[in-house]
């Protein structure tokens, strides 16, 4: 076993061990490892495409997206969100041309932090403005240790793998800042006709809803959607109220197929 993934086995099973137990963290005989389980477990294995460069996001993403990561100044913060091996944040930095009126703008460019669970290469950029932050499920990392952005970005990153989803939007929304957009691929035909469309979520009501059909059910927020992606946008902070989801099932697929059921919150 790889190094690094070894580590991450370790502190996976640390980590749902503390919120499972024992037996379904492990999966032992006789026993069934929950979706939540199976989901975190294979995020850890890291069988990922991991090497997605700048390019791939302005090429899948909408045309908005380049317009929101050439608006961005010093003052603002680009948080990649299940970043692979960080390439995007780096090319950003590095390659990257930023106009200003006068020209060539190398200063004018926002911070960028990259988000990502396992990282092998030890070469990331040491770019005064970039950040890795590695290790740890995004669900984990403290608030104040990520801090407010305005643009958020995940190409089949977190959202496409994560168990807790409800508790990763509300967390992106927690952060995002009023004026900020987070882009969230949906579908990649370069990828086998990849797509999150594909996951179901079982809604308290009755219905049953594609991911972008569930996202355009949370009020205080704007969807827009593009050809392989959407574009999600603070309406009223007030208003926003994810609703609770448990994982039910979950394959290996990439990305995999899963299906959620809303919960109802405790004190309702």
Same mark, same amino acid.
């Given at each position: 076993?790889?190094?690094?993934? +070894?580590?991450?086995?370790?502190?996976?099973?640390?980590?749902?061990?503390?919120?499972?137990?024992?037996?379904?963290?492990?999966?032992?005989?006789?026993?069934?490892?929950?979706?939540?389980? #199976?989901?975190?477990?294979?995020?850890? $294995? !890291?069988?990922?495409?991991?090497?997605?460069?700048?390019?791939?996001?302005?090429?899948?993403?909408?045309?908005?997206?380049? +317009?929101?990561?050439?608006?961005?100044?010093?003052?603002?913060?680009?948080?990649?969100?299940?970043?692979?091996?960080?390439?995007?944040?780096?090319?950003?930095?590095?390659?990257?041309?930023?106009?200003?009126?006068?020209?060539?703008?190398?200063?004018?460019?926002?911070?960028?932090?990259?988000?990502?669970?396992?990282?092998?290469?030890?070469?990331?950029?040491?770019? $005064?403005?970039?950040?890795?932050?590695?290790?740890?499920?995004?669900? *984990?990392?403290?608030?104040?240790?990520?801090?407010?952005? *305005?643009?958020?970005?995940?190409?089949?990153?977190?959202?496409?793998?994560?168990?807790?989803?409800?508790?990763?939007?509300?967390?992106?929304?927690?952060?995002?800042? $009023?004026?900020?957009?987070?882009?969230?691929?949906?579908?990649?035909?370069?990828?086998?006709?990849?797509?999150?469309?594909?996951? #179901?979520?079982?809604?308290?009501?009755?219905?049953?809803? !594609?991911?972008? #059909?569930?996202?355009?059910?949370?009020?205080?927020?704007?969807?827009?959607?593009?050809? !392989?992606?959407? +574009?999600?946008?603070?309406?009223?902070?007030?208003?926003?109220?994810?609703?609770?989801?448990?994982?039910?099932?979950?394959?290996?697929?990439?990305?995999?197929?899963?299906?959620?059921? $809303?919960?109802?919150?405790?004190?309702?």
């Amino acid at each position: 076993m790889r190094a690094g993934l +070894q580590i991450a086995v370790l502190f996976l099973g640390a980590h749902l061990g503390a919120g499972l137990p024992v037996e379904t963290a492990r999966g032992e005989s006789g026993t069934h490892s929950s979706p939540c389980a #199976e989901a975190y477990r294979d995020v850890a $294995e !890291n069988n990922f495409r991991v090497g997605r460069n700048l390019e791939s996001y302005l090429g899948l993403f909408s045309p908005e997206f380049e +317009q929101e990561i050439r608006r961005l100044g010093p003052q603002h913060h680009w948080v990649d969100l299940g970043a692979g091996e960080g390439l995007a944040v780096e090319d950003y930095l590095t390659h990257f041309i930023k106009y200003s009126a006068a020209g060539p703008d190398e200063q004018g460019k926002a911070r960028a932090t990259a988000i990502s669970y396992i990282v092998t290469r030890q070469d990331f950029t040491r770019h $005064e403005k970039a950040r890795l932050l590695k290790g740890r499920f995004f669900e *984990d990392i403290p608030n104040e240790e990520i801090g407010k952005f *305005d643009l958020a970005t995940d190409l089949f990153g977190i959202a496409a793998y994560t168990p807790k989803l409800d508790v990763y939007l509300d967390k992106v929304l927690r952060l995002l800042n $009023e004026d900020g957009s987070l882009f969230i691929a949906v579908g990649n035909p370069g990828l086998g006709g990849a797509s999150l469309l594909k996951n #179901e979520f079982h809604t308290s009501d009755g219905k049953t809803l !594609n991911f972008v #059909e569930w996202f355009k059910t949370i009020a205080g927020i704007e969807v827009i959607e593009h050809k !392989n992606s959407m +574009q999600i946008r603070i309406k009223d902070r007030l208003l926003i109220k994810v609703p609770r989801l448990i994982l039910q099932s979950t394959d290996r697929a990439r990305p995999p197929l899963r299906v959620f059921r $809303e919960i109802p919150r405790e004190g309702r």
